[in-house]
Protein backbone atom coordinates (compact mmCIF):
# COMPACT_ATOMS: atom_id res chain seq x y z
CA UNK A 1 0.00 0.00 0.00
CA UNK A 2 2.86 2.16 0.98
CA UNK A 3 4.34 1.82 -2.86
CA UNK A 4 0.41 2.08 -4.24
CA UNK A 5 0.46 5.58 -2.65
CA UNK A 6 3.46 6.50 -3.36
CA UNK A 7 3.26 5.85 -7.16
CA UNK A 8 0.03 7.95 -7.19
CA UNK A 9 1.60 10.53 -5.87
CA UNK A 10 4.65 10.48 -8.05
CA UNK A 11 1.96 10.04 -11.35
CA UNK A 12 -0.15 13.58 -9.88
CA UNK A 13 3.09 15.38 -9.56
CA UNK A 14 4.15 14.46 -13.21
CA UNK A 15 6.77 11.80 -12.30
CA UNK A 16 7.70 8.40 -13.75
CA UNK A 17 9.64 5.74 -10.60
CA UNK A 18 11.44 3.26 -11.92
CA UNK A 19 11.17 -0.01 -10.51
CA UNK A 20 13.50 -3.11 -10.23
CA UNK A 21 16.19 -3.44 -13.39
CA UNK A 22 14.91 -0.45 -15.23
CA UNK A 23 16.20 1.75 -11.47
CA UNK A 24 19.46 0.23 -11.85
CA UNK A 25 20.49 1.68 -15.34
CA UNK A 26 18.44 4.27 -15.12
CA UNK A 27 21.03 5.38 -12.28
CA UNK A 28 24.10 4.13 -14.10
CA UNK A 29 23.12 6.37 -16.75
CA UNK A 30 22.27 9.49 -14.55
CA UNK A 31 25.93 9.17 -13.34
CA UNK A 32 27.11 9.06 -16.56
CA UNK A 33 25.44 11.78 -18.43
CA UNK A 34 24.44 14.00 -15.44
CA UNK A 35 27.43 13.88 -13.34
CA UNK A 36 30.20 12.62 -15.77
CA UNK A 37 28.80 14.29 -18.68
CA UNK A 38 30.31 10.94 -20.66
CA UNK A 39 28.25 10.95 -24.34
CA UNK A 40 26.38 7.74 -24.99
CA UNK A 41 25.39 6.93 -28.80
CA UNK A 42 22.58 4.80 -28.77
CA UNK A 43 21.67 2.56 -31.99
CA UNK A 44 25.24 2.38 -32.44
CA UNK A 45 26.66 -1.07 -33.49
CA UNK A 46 30.14 -2.56 -33.28
CA UNK A 47 31.01 -3.60 -36.68
CA UNK A 48 35.00 -4.33 -36.10
CA UNK A 49 37.67 -4.17 -33.82
CA UNK A 50 41.05 -2.13 -35.70
CA UNK A 51 44.09 -4.14 -34.37
CA UNK A 52 47.31 -2.42 -35.03
CA UNK A 53 50.16 -4.84 -34.17
CA UNK A 54 48.55 -7.28 -32.41
CA UNK A 55 46.78 -4.75 -30.00
CA UNK A 56 43.33 -3.43 -30.50
CA UNK A 57 43.53 0.19 -30.84
CA UNK A 58 39.74 0.97 -31.68
CA UNK A 59 36.17 0.22 -32.76
CA UNK A 60 34.55 0.37 -36.11
CA UNK A 61 31.19 1.33 -35.50
CA UNK A 62 27.87 1.99 -37.50
CA UNK A 63 26.48 4.83 -36.42
CA UNK A 64 22.68 5.57 -37.21
CA UNK A 65 23.57 4.19 -40.86
CA UNK A 66 26.68 5.82 -41.11
CA UNK A 67 30.23 3.97 -40.64
CA UNK A 68 32.87 5.82 -38.26
CA UNK A 69 36.41 4.37 -36.75
CA UNK A 70 37.02 5.56 -33.32
CA UNK A 71 40.48 5.49 -31.80
CA UNK A 72 40.67 3.97 -28.18
CA UNK A 73 43.80 3.80 -27.32
CA UNK A 74 43.72 2.57 -23.78
CA UNK A 75 41.17 -0.24 -24.10
CA UNK A 76 37.85 -1.13 -25.66
CA UNK A 77 35.82 -3.45 -23.88
CA UNK A 78 33.06 -5.35 -25.38
CA UNK A 79 29.83 -5.75 -23.40
CA UNK A 80 27.45 -6.62 -26.35
CA UNK A 81 25.72 -9.77 -24.41
CA UNK A 82 26.09 -12.89 -25.70
CA UNK A 83 24.20 -14.82 -29.10
CA UNK A 84 20.96 -16.16 -27.58
CA UNK A 85 18.53 -14.70 -30.08
CA UNK A 86 21.03 -16.05 -32.75
CA UNK A 87 19.23 -18.99 -33.91
CA UNK A 88 22.01 -20.70 -36.55
CA UNK A 89 24.83 -19.56 -34.09
CA UNK A 90 23.25 -21.28 -30.84
CA UNK A 91 22.64 -24.47 -32.80
CA UNK A 92 26.14 -24.76 -34.21
CA UNK A 93 26.71 -25.05 -30.19
CA UNK A 94 23.78 -25.98 -27.90
CA UNK A 95 21.28 -28.70 -27.86
CA UNK A 96 18.38 -25.73 -28.75
CA UNK A 97 17.85 -22.44 -30.71
CA UNK A 98 16.01 -19.39 -30.23
CA UNK A 99 13.16 -20.90 -29.70
CA UNK A 100 12.47 -20.33 -25.77
CA UNK A 101 14.86 -17.43 -24.62
CA UNK A 102 13.40 -14.91 -23.27
CA UNK A 103 16.53 -12.16 -24.31
CA UNK A 104 15.86 -9.36 -25.72
CA UNK A 105 16.03 -8.93 -29.96
CA UNK A 106 19.76 -8.21 -30.77
CA UNK A 107 21.42 -10.81 -29.03
CA UNK A 108 23.45 -11.92 -31.84
CA UNK A 109 26.67 -12.58 -30.39
CA UNK A 110 28.29 -9.91 -33.53
CA UNK A 111 30.92 -8.95 -30.22
CA UNK A 112 31.79 -12.57 -29.40
CA UNK A 113 32.51 -12.96 -33.24
CA UNK A 114 34.64 -10.06 -34.05
CA UNK A 115 36.54 -11.26 -31.36
CA UNK A 116 36.82 -14.74 -32.21
CA UNK A 117 37.47 -13.21 -35.63
CA UNK A 118 40.81 -11.42 -34.12
CA UNK A 119 42.29 -14.90 -32.32
CA UNK A 120 39.78 -14.86 -28.96
CA UNK A 121 39.71 -18.00 -27.30
CA UNK A 122 35.71 -18.68 -26.95
CA UNK A 123 34.98 -21.02 -23.97
CA UNK A 124 31.26 -22.88 -22.64
CA UNK A 125 29.44 -22.51 -25.63
CA UNK A 126 27.25 -24.77 -25.21
CA UNK A 127 25.91 -23.30 -22.20
CA UNK A 128 23.10 -21.03 -21.07
CA UNK A 129 20.97 -19.57 -18.31
CA UNK A 130 18.87 -22.27 -18.64
CA UNK A 131 15.69 -22.15 -17.22
CA UNK A 132 12.41 -24.06 -17.60
CA UNK A 133 9.67 -21.98 -19.57
CA UNK A 134 6.39 -21.74 -20.88
CA UNK A 135 4.17 -20.08 -23.36
CA UNK A 136 0.77 -18.12 -23.29
CA UNK A 137 -0.79 -16.80 -26.57
CA UNK A 138 3.19 -17.14 -28.30
CA UNK A 139 4.50 -15.72 -25.46
CA UNK A 140 7.71 -17.37 -23.70
CA UNK A 141 7.78 -16.76 -19.68
CA UNK A 142 10.69 -17.94 -17.64
CA UNK A 143 9.11 -19.95 -14.84
CA UNK A 144 11.06 -18.81 -11.52
CA UNK A 145 8.10 -19.50 -8.57
CA UNK A 146 5.32 -21.40 -10.73
CA UNK A 147 6.90 -24.89 -10.80
CA UNK A 148 9.07 -23.83 -7.09
CA UNK A 149 5.33 -23.42 -5.06
CA UNK A 150 3.88 -26.70 -2.93
CA UNK A 151 1.42 -28.75 -5.35
CA UNK A 152 3.06 -29.25 -8.50
CA UNK A 153 5.41 -31.79 -10.39
CA UNK A 154 7.07 -31.70 -13.65
CA UNK A 155 6.56 -34.88 -15.69
CA UNK A 156 8.12 -35.98 -18.80
CA UNK A 157 5.88 -37.00 -21.88
CA UNK A 158 5.99 -40.35 -20.59
CA UNK A 159 4.01 -38.91 -16.69
CA UNK A 160 7.53 -39.42 -14.97
CA UNK A 161 9.23 -37.35 -12.97
CA UNK A 162 12.72 -36.62 -13.67
CA UNK A 163 14.35 -33.39 -11.40
CA UNK A 164 14.07 -31.41 -7.90
CA UNK A 165 11.25 -28.68 -9.32
CA UNK A 166 12.37 -26.40 -6.58
CA UNK A 167 15.40 -26.23 -7.60
CA UNK A 168 17.66 -23.02 -9.53
CA UNK A 169 16.61 -22.41 -12.58
CA UNK A 170 19.84 -23.10 -14.41
CA UNK A 171 19.77 -26.84 -13.02
CA UNK A 172 16.79 -26.98 -13.77
CA UNK A 173 16.49 -26.43 -17.43
CA UNK A 174 19.82 -28.62 -17.95
CA UNK A 175 18.12 -31.02 -15.89
CA UNK A 176 15.22 -31.15 -19.17
CA UNK A 177 17.94 -30.93 -21.59
CA UNK A 178 20.06 -33.60 -20.12
CA UNK A 179 16.69 -36.37 -19.49
CA UNK A 180 16.03 -35.05 -23.19
CA UNK A 181 19.07 -36.18 -24.73
CA UNK A 182 18.53 -39.60 -23.32
CA UNK A 183 15.30 -40.34 -23.01
CA UNK A 184 13.48 -38.01 -25.72
CA UNK A 185 10.25 -36.98 -24.10
CA UNK A 186 11.25 -33.98 -22.04
CA UNK A 187 11.23 -31.16 -24.84
CA UNK A 188 8.37 -30.08 -23.82
CA UNK A 189 7.78 -31.65 -20.18
CA UNK A 190 4.53 -30.86 -18.72
CA UNK A 191 3.68 -29.12 -15.45
CA UNK A 192 1.18 -30.77 -13.50
CA UNK A 193 -0.67 -28.84 -11.09
CA UNK A 194 -2.66 -29.27 -8.15
CA UNK A 195 -5.92 -26.71 -8.05
CA UNK A 196 -4.97 -25.41 -4.94
CA UNK A 197 -1.69 -24.06 -6.45
CA UNK A 198 -3.72 -22.32 -8.98
CA UNK A 199 -6.06 -20.70 -6.26
CA UNK A 200 -3.50 -19.64 -4.22
CA UNK A 201 -0.23 -18.90 -5.97
CA UNK A 202 0.75 -15.95 -8.97
CA UNK A 203 1.47 -17.99 -12.12
CA UNK A 204 3.10 -15.93 -14.59
CA UNK A 205 0.88 -12.69 -14.45
CA UNK A 206 -2.39 -14.95 -14.03
CA UNK A 207 -3.36 -13.80 -10.13
CA UNK A 208 -4.36 -17.00 -7.98
CA UNK A 209 -7.44 -18.04 -8.77
CA UNK A 210 -7.98 -16.51 -11.86
CA UNK A 211 -7.12 -18.74 -15.32
CA UNK A 212 -8.36 -16.84 -18.05
CA UNK A 213 -10.39 -19.24 -20.78
CA UNK A 214 -8.76 -18.14 -23.58
CA UNK A 215 -5.71 -20.25 -22.31
CA UNK A 216 -7.58 -23.41 -21.90
CA UNK A 217 -9.64 -22.96 -24.64
CA UNK A 218 -5.94 -22.40 -26.87
CA UNK A 219 -4.51 -25.15 -25.55
CA UNK A 220 -1.73 -23.20 -23.59
CA UNK A 221 -3.12 -25.06 -20.42
CA UNK A 222 -5.02 -28.08 -20.31
CA UNK A 223 -7.66 -28.46 -17.43
CA UNK A 224 -9.29 -31.34 -16.20
CA UNK A 225 -11.50 -33.05 -14.17
CA UNK A 226 -9.46 -35.42 -13.12
CA UNK A 227 -6.15 -37.06 -13.46
CA UNK A 228 -7.07 -39.99 -16.08
CA UNK A 229 -8.68 -37.37 -18.07
CA UNK A 230 -5.60 -34.99 -17.68
CA UNK A 231 -3.27 -37.38 -19.27
CA UNK A 232 -5.51 -38.34 -22.14
CA UNK A 233 -5.67 -34.63 -22.96
CA UNK A 234 -1.66 -34.45 -22.15
CA UNK A 235 -1.15 -37.38 -24.55
CA UNK A 236 0.95 -39.47 -21.72
CA UNK A 237 -0.34 -42.71 -20.26
CA UNK A 238 -2.99 -42.39 -17.12
CA UNK A 239 -1.40 -45.20 -15.31
CA UNK A 240 2.29 -44.02 -15.13
CA UNK A 241 0.93 -40.55 -14.13
CA UNK A 242 -1.21 -41.70 -11.46
CA UNK A 243 1.55 -44.10 -10.28
CA UNK A 244 4.01 -40.96 -10.31
CA UNK A 245 1.41 -38.57 -8.31
CA UNK A 246 0.84 -41.70 -6.03
CA UNK A 247 4.02 -41.67 -4.90
CA UNK A 248 4.76 -38.12 -5.00
CA UNK A 249 1.53 -37.45 -2.62
CA UNK A 250 3.09 -39.90 -0.01
CA UNK A 251 6.32 -37.79 -0.17
CA UNK A 252 4.23 -34.64 0.64
CA UNK A 253 2.44 -36.23 3.43
CA UNK A 254 5.77 -37.11 5.37
CA UNK A 255 8.13 -34.09 4.13
CA UNK A 256 10.53 -36.08 2.38
CA UNK A 257 11.22 -36.35 -1.38
CA UNK A 258 12.69 -39.32 -1.51
CA UNK A 259 13.57 -38.80 -5.23
CA UNK A 260 14.79 -35.76 -5.86
CA UNK A 261 15.37 -33.95 -2.40
CA UNK A 262 12.75 -31.40 -3.32
CA UNK A 263 12.39 -28.43 -0.04
CA UNK A 264 15.29 -29.52 1.62
CA UNK A 265 17.94 -26.95 0.17
CA UNK A 266 18.03 -23.10 1.56
CA UNK A 267 17.09 -22.08 -2.48
CA UNK A 268 14.39 -24.38 -2.95
CA UNK A 269 12.16 -22.82 -0.02
CA UNK A 270 12.82 -19.37 -0.76
CA UNK A 271 9.85 -19.62 -3.15
CA UNK A 272 7.98 -21.60 -1.14
CA UNK A 273 4.75 -21.87 1.06
CA UNK A 274 5.38 -21.77 4.77
CA UNK A 275 1.99 -22.79 5.63
CA UNK A 276 2.11 -25.94 3.86
CA UNK A 277 3.82 -28.34 6.21
CA UNK A 278 5.80 -30.82 6.93
CA UNK A 279 7.79 -29.41 3.94
CA UNK A 280 6.83 -26.18 2.54
CA UNK A 281 8.07 -27.17 -0.85
CA UNK A 282 6.09 -30.61 -1.41
CA UNK A 283 1.81 -30.89 -1.17
CA UNK A 284 -0.20 -33.57 -2.52
CA UNK A 285 -1.61 -33.22 -5.99
CA UNK A 286 -5.21 -34.17 -5.50
CA UNK A 287 -8.03 -31.85 -5.73
CA UNK A 288 -9.58 -31.21 -8.70
CA UNK A 289 -9.49 -29.20 -11.53
CA UNK A 290 -6.27 -30.38 -12.36
CA UNK A 291 -4.01 -28.59 -14.40
CA UNK A 292 -0.93 -28.76 -16.99
CA UNK A 293 1.38 -26.56 -18.98
CA UNK A 294 3.94 -27.18 -20.66
CA UNK A 295 7.38 -26.18 -19.78
CA UNK A 296 10.53 -25.83 -22.31
CA UNK A 297 13.92 -25.52 -21.79
CA UNK A 298 14.56 -21.65 -21.96
CA UNK A 299 16.70 -19.16 -20.89
CA UNK A 300 17.90 -15.73 -19.80
CA UNK A 301 21.00 -15.69 -21.82
CA UNK A 302 23.65 -17.46 -22.79
CA UNK A 303 26.64 -18.06 -20.66
CA UNK A 304 29.62 -19.29 -23.45
CA UNK A 305 31.80 -16.34 -24.83
CA UNK A 306 34.97 -14.39 -24.48
CA UNK A 307 37.84 -15.82 -22.31
CA UNK A 308 38.79 -13.40 -19.94
CA UNK A 309 41.35 -13.33 -17.01
CA UNK A 310 41.16 -11.65 -13.79
CA UNK A 311 41.71 -8.08 -15.10
CA UNK A 312 38.81 -8.88 -17.72
CA UNK A 313 41.70 -8.70 -20.19
CA UNK A 314 40.85 -11.15 -23.32
CA UNK A 315 42.52 -14.19 -24.21
CA UNK A 316 43.94 -16.21 -26.95
CA UNK A 317 44.30 -19.66 -27.30
CA UNK A 318 47.25 -19.96 -26.03
CA UNK A 319 46.55 -17.86 -22.83
CA UNK A 320 47.95 -14.69 -24.12
CA UNK A 321 46.69 -11.15 -23.49
CA UNK A 322 44.87 -9.53 -26.90
CA UNK A 323 46.26 -6.13 -25.60
CA UNK A 324 43.63 -3.58 -25.30
CA UNK A 325 41.24 -5.62 -25.49
CA UNK A 326 38.27 -6.13 -22.11
CA UNK A 327 34.84 -8.03 -22.26
CA UNK A 328 32.60 -8.12 -19.73
CA UNK A 329 29.09 -9.93 -19.11
CA UNK A 330 27.05 -12.18 -21.41
CA UNK A 331 30.14 -11.67 -24.13
CA UNK A 332 32.72 -13.59 -22.11
CA UNK A 333 32.49 -17.08 -20.54
CA UNK A 334 30.77 -16.84 -17.59
CA UNK A 335 32.72 -16.98 -14.34
CA UNK A 336 30.28 -18.72 -12.48
CA UNK A 337 30.81 -21.82 -14.29
CA UNK A 338 27.61 -24.10 -15.41
CA UNK A 339 26.22 -23.36 -11.73
CA UNK A 340 23.97 -20.92 -10.62
CA UNK A 341 25.01 -20.09 -7.30
CA UNK A 342 22.35 -17.40 -6.84
CA UNK A 343 20.71 -14.09 -7.67
CA UNK A 344 22.71 -11.47 -9.41
CA UNK A 345 25.10 -13.97 -10.91
CA UNK A 346 25.00 -12.58 -14.08
CA UNK A 347 24.32 -8.44 -13.21
CA UNK A 348 26.81 -9.10 -10.80
CA UNK A 349 29.88 -9.91 -12.81
CA UNK A 350 28.57 -8.13 -15.89
CA UNK A 351 29.19 -4.70 -13.53
CA UNK A 352 31.91 -5.68 -11.54
CA UNK A 353 34.39 -7.19 -14.66
CA UNK A 354 33.40 -3.88 -16.32
CA UNK A 355 34.49 -1.88 -13.27
CA UNK A 356 37.69 -4.07 -13.12
CA UNK A 357 38.47 -4.26 -17.08
CA UNK A 358 38.42 -0.52 -17.14
CA UNK A 359 39.96 0.60 -13.85
CA UNK A 360 42.57 -1.50 -15.65
CA UNK A 361 42.60 0.77 -18.41
CA UNK A 362 42.38 3.60 -16.66
CA UNK A 363 45.01 2.82 -14.25
CA UNK A 364 47.35 1.97 -17.27
CA UNK A 365 46.95 4.84 -18.91
CA UNK A 366 47.44 7.09 -16.08
CA UNK A 367 51.12 5.29 -15.78
CA UNK A 368 51.07 6.34 -19.33
CA UNK A 369 52.18 2.40 -19.96
CA UNK A 370 51.28 1.74 -23.17
CA UNK A 371 52.59 -1.78 -23.58
CA UNK A 372 53.88 -1.54 -27.19
CA UNK A 373 55.01 1.54 -28.47
CA UNK A 374 52.34 2.65 -30.98
CA UNK A 375 52.10 6.20 -31.36
CA UNK A 376 49.14 7.34 -32.78
CA UNK A 377 51.24 8.41 -36.20
CA UNK A 378 51.33 4.71 -36.25
CA UNK A 379 48.62 3.14 -35.81
CA UNK A 380 45.84 3.37 -38.82
CA UNK A 381 44.49 6.08 -39.51
CA UNK A 382 40.83 6.39 -37.52
CA UNK A 383 38.56 9.62 -37.40
CA UNK A 384 39.44 11.41 -33.78
CA UNK A 385 36.41 11.01 -32.12
CA UNK A 386 35.14 13.30 -29.29
CA UNK A 387 34.97 11.36 -26.61
CA UNK A 388 35.85 7.85 -27.89
CA UNK A 389 38.21 6.69 -25.31
C1 LIG B 1 13.67 -11.75 -18.17
C2 LIG B 1 15.07 -11.67 -17.60
C3 LIG B 1 15.24 -11.53 -16.21
C4 LIG B 1 16.53 -11.46 -15.67
N1 LIG B 1 16.68 -11.30 -14.32
C5 LIG B 1 17.93 -11.18 -13.80
C6 LIG B 1 18.10 -10.94 -12.39
O1 LIG B 1 17.13 -10.84 -11.64
N2 LIG B 1 19.38 -10.84 -11.92
C7 LIG B 1 20.47 -10.95 -12.73
O2 LIG B 1 21.61 -10.86 -12.26
N3 LIG B 1 20.33 -11.17 -14.07
C8 LIG B 1 19.09 -11.28 -14.61
N4 LIG B 1 18.93 -11.51 -15.95
C9 LIG B 1 20.12 -11.67 -16.79
C10 LIG B 1 20.73 -10.34 -17.13
O3 LIG B 1 19.73 -9.44 -17.58
C11 LIG B 1 21.79 -10.49 -18.22
O4 LIG B 1 22.65 -11.55 -17.91
C12 LIG B 1 22.58 -9.22 -18.35
O5 LIG B 1 21.75 -8.18 -18.79
C13 LIG B 1 23.73 -9.38 -19.31
O6 LIG B 1 24.40 -8.16 -19.38
P1 LIG B 1 25.32 -7.79 -20.59
O7 LIG B 1 25.77 -6.41 -20.35
O8 LIG B 1 26.30 -8.87 -20.77
O9 LIG B 1 24.39 -7.86 -21.87
P2 LIG B 1 23.04 -7.07 -22.20
O10 LIG B 1 22.34 -6.58 -20.97
O11 LIG B 1 22.30 -7.97 -23.13
O12 LIG B 1 23.54 -5.79 -22.97
C14 LIG B 1 24.21 -5.91 -24.20
C15 LIG B 1 23.86 -4.72 -25.06
O13 LIG B 1 24.68 -4.75 -26.23
C16 LIG B 1 23.89 -4.44 -27.34
N5 LIG B 1 24.51 -5.00 -28.57
C17 LIG B 1 24.43 -6.24 -29.09
N6 LIG B 1 25.17 -6.33 -30.22
C18 LIG B 1 25.77 -5.13 -30.39
C19 LIG B 1 26.65 -4.59 -31.37
N7 LIG B 1 27.10 -5.32 -32.41
N8 LIG B 1 27.03 -3.31 -31.24
C20 LIG B 1 26.60 -2.53 -30.21
N9 LIG B 1 25.75 -2.99 -29.24
C21 LIG B 1 25.35 -4.28 -29.33
C22 LIG B 1 22.53 -5.03 -27.03
O14 LIG B 1 21.53 -4.40 -27.79
C23 LIG B 1 22.41 -4.73 -25.54
O15 LIG B 1 21.88 -3.46 -25.32
C24 LIG B 1 17.66 -11.56 -16.52
C25 LIG B 1 17.49 -11.70 -17.91
C26 LIG B 1 16.21 -11.76 -18.44
C27 LIG B 1 16.06 -11.91 -19.94
Not at 141 to 159: A, H, N, T, Y
Request: charged share 25%.
Amino acid sequence: MKVGFKTIGWRLTGRSPLGMGRSLVAQLMHILQDNRDVPVWLKTELVDLIVDKDRVVGAVVDRDGTSQRIRAEHGVLLGAGGFAQNDSFRREHQPVGDDWTSVAPGDEGDAIQIASDIGAELAMMDKSWWGASFKLEGDVQFSVWERSMPGCILVDQDGVRFANESTSYVDLGRKILEHDEKHGNAVPSWLILDNNHRKRYLFGDMPPGYTPSKHVESGDIIKATSLDDLADQCGMDADQLAETVDRFNGFAHNGIDEDFRRGDGIYDRYYSDPRVQPNPNLAPIENAPFWAIRMYPGDLGTKGGLVTDEHARVLRENGSVIDGLYASGNTTASVMGQTYPGPGSTIGPATTFSFVGMNHAAQRARRKERPSKVSSAQSEPVTETAGSE
